[in-house]
């Protein structure tokens, strides 16, 4: 199985970030068997949990950001989406996605925000 986060790399304060976990390989349920997360890093920081999505589409956030993070999975189940709303120069991180129960992880992107 593997991911591939894409989005844009640069934002200004106040835009809404979208970013997209394209999932290939395994079978056609793959996307059924697990729960996929989105994770950063800021720099210099470790990994924080940004939410999940279960097979059933349910979703859990990292309380932090709840009020700004949405999660969801395209109509093709190979797609996920984050949308993180009014970000600011702290949002600056490398973004993953990831299925952490089966250790499968993208390679991740960089996204910046400056004005």
């Known amino acids: 199985v593997q991911l591939q986060e894409s989005g844009p790399g640069l934002l200004k304060p106040s835009q809404t970030l979208s970013l997209t976990c394209s999932i290939s390989g395994g079978s056609a349920s793959t996307t059924d068997l697990y729960t996929w997360s989105w994770i950063r890093q800021s720099p210099g920081k470790g990994l924080e949990w940004i939410g999940y999505?279960?097979?059933?589409?349910?979703?859990s956030y990292n309380p932090s950001l709840k009020s700004r993070a949405s999660i969801s999975r395209g109509t093709s189940k190979n797609l996920l989406t984050l949308h993180l709303a009014s970000v600011a120069p702290e949002d600056t991180a490398v973004y993953y996605c990831?299925?952490?129960?089966?250790?499968?992880w993208g390679q991740g992107t960089q996204v910046s925000v400056s004005s």
């Open positions: 999505i279960t097979y059933s589409d349910s979703t």
């Open positions: 990831a299925a952490l129960g089966a250790g499968y």
